[in-house]
């Protein structure tokens, strides 16, 4: 006998709305967490900071976030978003090849700048969690390790496109290429040396210069 499932009922105006205003609430949260754990770091986020900082009860963000963990993994994973918005894409209007490998580490850069008063989720995180395992480090290792493929597929596709040497080592030079962004930060929210911009672009072109055909 084949059974055959009732329909599925519309849901209420009321219920759509309580559903709507209940993400905007938990986009709220998230965004709210994204600031402190720039300023902070993921570890200093907390149920109870939240809840402060957004006026709620905690047991209204823990409604959203099971747990302090699931809210860390929800602020990594919207950094990442946001990175890929400012970062990622708009490089990928301009041709393959150099042209969008240097846009891509020119936009890298300015969001490092733009980063110097606030802090890097990717570098603070991996300060952080390290040496430590579990789901929060897993979602870090899983966003940096996205981006550090798609600095390397740049790469990739400036060798076949011949603007490097056809013997150039993609993996070195992507290794080579974050090693300059780790060095901004560096020098400029460590030691707020004033020229970690122009140094970080020099060794790029550096790098750059020794594989040009």
């Not at 580490?105 to 995180?125: K, L, V």
């Not at 930060?185 to 550096?206: C, I, K, M, T, V």
């Amino acid at each position: 006998m084949t059974v055959v499932a009732p329909p599925r009922l519309p849901r209420s105006p009321a219920t759509l709305r309580g559903a709507h205003k209940g993400q905007q609430t938990k986009a709220a949260i998230v965004d709210a967490a994204l600031a402190l754990a720039a300023q902070v770091g993921l570890e200093g986020l907390s149920i109870g900071a939240i809840a402060e900082v957004m006026q709620m009860s905690k047991s209204g963000v823990f409604a959203h976030f099971g747990s302090r963990e699931e809210l860390q993994i929800s602020v990594v994973r919207e950094y990442h978003e946001r990175f890929e918005q400012d970062v990622f894409f708009p490089a990928l209007k301009l041709p393959r090849g150099l042209p969008r490998l240097r846009e891509l580490f020119d936009n890298w850069m300015r969001q490092t700048s733009a980063e110097i008063d606030s802090g890097c989720i990717y570098i603070s995180g991996a300060v952080e969690f390290d040496d430590r395992p579990g789901p929060v480090r897993d979602a870090l290792v899983q966003t940096v390790n996205t981006w550090q493929s798609a600095i390397y597929r740049a790469v990739e596709l400036a060798v076949q496109e011949g603007h490097l040497q056809a013997g150039a080592d993609p993996r070195q030079i992507a290794f080579e290429i974050h090693g300059l962004i780790l060095a901004l930060h560096y020098e400029a929210r460590f030691l707020r040396n004033p020229n970690g911009l122009q140094r970080a672009r020099q060794g790029f072109d550096n790098i750059l210069s020794r594989h040009i055909p």
